[in-house]
């Protein structure tokens, strides 16, 4: 009985970690794009808890081949960022503006996601 409260006290400390580290981690077949945020909810990929205002997205790649991310408004590219192996990107997202990942390889890509808020205004 008590090993069985220790195990369950333990899962329940390392569950939501677990849940919320993976929520923001996205793996893209080779020549596979996603809209990661800006559509808004039901639509992006990843939640983005800053939908509706100006924030920073920071992509990392996690995986081992180069990807690009996609910075578009109402249709129109307005910037191509390469992302290689390791690397990670602080990028300035406007309310309005659209996230996507690019997967240019010949295999998947594996990407993690995370927003911050702007504070400097």
Do not use: H, W
Request: hydrophobic residues 40%; charged residues 30%; positive net charge.
């Amino acid at each position: 009985m008590k090993n069985n409260l220790i195990l369950l006290l333990f899962a329940l400390l390392f569950f939501p970690v677990t849940l919320f580290s993976q929520d923001n981690n996205f793996e893209l077949k080779a020549s596979q794009s996603m809209l990661m945020t800006g559509k808004g909810e039901g639509q992006d990929g990843a939640k983005n808890p800053f939908y509706g205002q100006d924030c920073y997205a920071i992509v990392k790649n996690i995986g081992t081949k180069k990807f690009s991310i996609r910075i578009q408004l109402k249709g129109k590219i307005l910037k191509t960022i390469p992302i290689l192996k390791g690397e990670i990107k602080k990028i300035k997202l406007l309310k309005d503006q659209e996230l996507y990942l690019d997967s240019n390889s010949k295999s998947k890509i594996k990407a993690s996601l995370d927003f911050k808020e702007i504070k400097d205004r």
